[in-house]
């Protein structure tokens, strides 16, 4: 069977986070674009400065590019990298979630405000209070609650936080190799959307036998980035990349505050150097959007989106409906 098409084309996108609002399905990526910098350990090769919005009213029509949204040069506090971002509706005002380097060097959340789902976005003047790392991901549950899921390992920096503070000596590759495996971060949102309500907590993921976090030496399963959360039969499932290893995995919990337990992997190694994703309902079917880097022929910076529809079991278990081609899986470790 062959791989399923990207969506889009033109130009290289990467990350999508996906949502229904008013009847039609937009796309969130973050913007691929070619550039000399060597591959390494602190993702300087991810040189992304800009936001498009895609939205289609079908899965596999016609898809709309709604243009640059948002761009580095108009976010006072940013100096570089606008990576995966997330969009979220509350109080009639869409909120555009988006990561990027400081002054300082330091990846940061900020928030941009629309007033519908296609942009423009206007940036806040700061990033969020509290904020750190990468890959935000917002989930607003049915009782109007909404919550902000973020971090990354290597280059998104969630290593410098395992102590008190930011920690520059662990930029790069450097994480725990034993002990509990590093945890995505999750805060309730203000009503407003524009800060953070409570502290950051950890999101725990249990391993279904131990019942205890899973460990840090488990980098089939452990967090790396590109945290998800979505609401199937009033479970909540977090879902994730475990980054060196190439999988998409999940768990699932009772709160969206977890904890969770792990429950498996939705998708294998794809072709580049691994993926990131989001999962939605829309038409009455599931859907996993993800990339790859088949587009550019296999260049781990230069990304595409695509779309598989996945399927639930009996006990809420997340599959394929169709079977993934099978690709070697890339190396562990990027090189410096």
């Given at each position: 069977m062959a791989d399923k098409q990207p969506i889009v084309s033109h130009l290289y996108t990467a990350d999508?986070?996906?949502?229904?609002?008013n009847n039609r399905?937009?796309?969130?990526?973050?913007?691929?674009?070619?550039?000399?910098?060597?591959?390494?350990?602190?993702?300087?090769?991810?040189?992304?400065?800009?936001y498009h919005v895609f939205s289609m009213s079908e899965v596999g029509g016609p898809v709309t590019d709604h243009g640059v949204v948002l761009k580095a040069e108009d976010i006072p506090w940013v100096s570089k990298q606008l990576w995966a971002p997330d969009a979220a509706h509350k109080n009639g005002k869409y909120y555009l979630f988006f990561p990027a380097r400081d002054t300082d060097d330091?990846?940061?959340?900020?928030?941009?405000?629309?007033?519908?789902?296609?942009?423009?976005?206007?940036?806040e003047p700061k990033p969020i209070?509290?904020?750190?790392?990468?890959?935000?991901?917002?989930?607003?549950?049915?009782?109007?609650?909404?919550?902000?899921?973020?971090?990354?390992?290597?280059?998104?920096?969630?290593?410098?936080y395992a102590g008190s503070s930011f920690d520059a000596s662990q930029l790069g590759a450097n994480e725990p190799s034993s002990g509990p495996a590093l945890s995505a971060k999750v805060a309730?949102?203000?009503?407003?959307?524009?800060?953070f309500a409570t502290d950051v907590t950890d999101v725990q993921i249990l391993d279904p036998e131990t019942k205890k976090p899973i460990d840090a030496s488990d980098h089939a399963r452990r967090f790396f980035e590109a945290a998800w959360c979505h609401k199937y039969n009033d479970k909540?499932?977090?879902?994730?990349?475990?980054?060196?290893?190439?999988?998409?995995?999940?768990?699932?919990?009772d709160s969206p505050l977890g904890p969770f337990t792990y429950a498996g992997r939705i998708l294998e190694p794809?072709?580049?150097?691994?993926?990131?994703?989001?999962?939605?309902e829309f038409n009455g079917k599931w859907w996993l959007f993800y990339h790859d880097a088949t587009l550019s022929g296999g260049k781990n910076h230069l990304r595409c989106?695509?779309?598989?529809?996945?399927?639930?079991?009996?006990?809420?278990?997340?599959?394929?409906?169709?079977?993934?081609?099978?690709?070697?899986?890339?190396?562990?470790?990027?090189?410096?």
């Open positions: 999508p986070s996906a949502h229904v609002f399905l937009y796309i969130y990526p973050s913007h691929d674009r070619e550039t000399d910098i060597k591959d390494n350990d602190k993702g300087d090769q991810y040189d992304m400065a800009d330091i990846f940061r959340i900020g928030v941009a405000v629309g007033d519908s789902p296609e942009g423009p976005f206007k940036p209070a509290g904020s750190f790392s990468i890959d935000p991901a917002s989930f607003v549950d049915d009782d109007g609650e909404a919550y902000l899921y973020f971090g990354g390992l290597w280059g998104g920096q969630l290593q410098c309730r949102l203000s009503d407003d959307m524009l800060s909540y499932y977090f879902s994730y990349s475990t980054g060196d290893t190439h999988y998409l995995a999940y768990g699932i919990g794809v072709i580049g150097w691994t993926t990131h994703h989001s999962i939605a989106v695509k779309i598989r529809e996945i399927v639930y079991d009996a006990e809420g278990k997340i599959g394929l409906k169709d079977p993934q081609p099978e690709v070697e899986a890339p190396p562990a470790k990027l090189e410096d």
